[in-house]
């Protein structure tokens, strides 16, 4: 009996189509079934492994988002204190650590993304 439906793999989500009905992945190598449906997607899994890619993007995007916000706060806040006092150097100087945080944090989402 020829498998004529596309059956992804449950961890990677490789076609499994026209492989053997008890197996591995050749893919990632996760033990499936296609007559039990064990180590098979289902529409349910993949639209959830779907959503959370959108939502490691997000945060990333969010994180670098909030990275350029504190430069240009910080900016503005050392134009202000320089048109005032003459001083300019510590709230530049403070905003650009938290936005270097706020960066690596963004750059750990993004390496994350990838695990996804």
């Known amino acids: 009996m020829a498998d004529l439906r596309s059956q992804p793999c449950g961890k990677c989500g490789y076609d499994l189509m026209g492989l053997p009905w008890i197996g591995r992945c050749p ?3 996760n033990q499936y079934n296609k007559r039990t449906g064990e180590g098979l997607s289902t ?3 993949e639209r959830m492994r779907r959503g959370d ?3 490691a993007r997000l945060r990333t995007l969010f994180l670098l988002l909030m990275s350029i916000m504190v430069l240009g ?3 503005l806040l050392s134009w202000v ?3 005032f006092q003459k001083q300019w150097q510590k709230p530049l ?3 650009g650590v938290i936005a270097g945080v706020l960066m690596m944090g963004a750059v750990l989402s993004y390496m994350s993304e ?3």
């Open 43 to 45: 529409g349910q899994a």
């Open 73 to 75: 706060c910080g900016g």
């Open 114 to 116: 990838k695990e996804l």
């Open 27 to 29: 893919e990632c190598g």
């Open 53 to 55: 890619r959108i939502m």
């Open 81 to 83: 204190a320089w048109s």
């Open 93 to 95: 100087a403070i905003a």
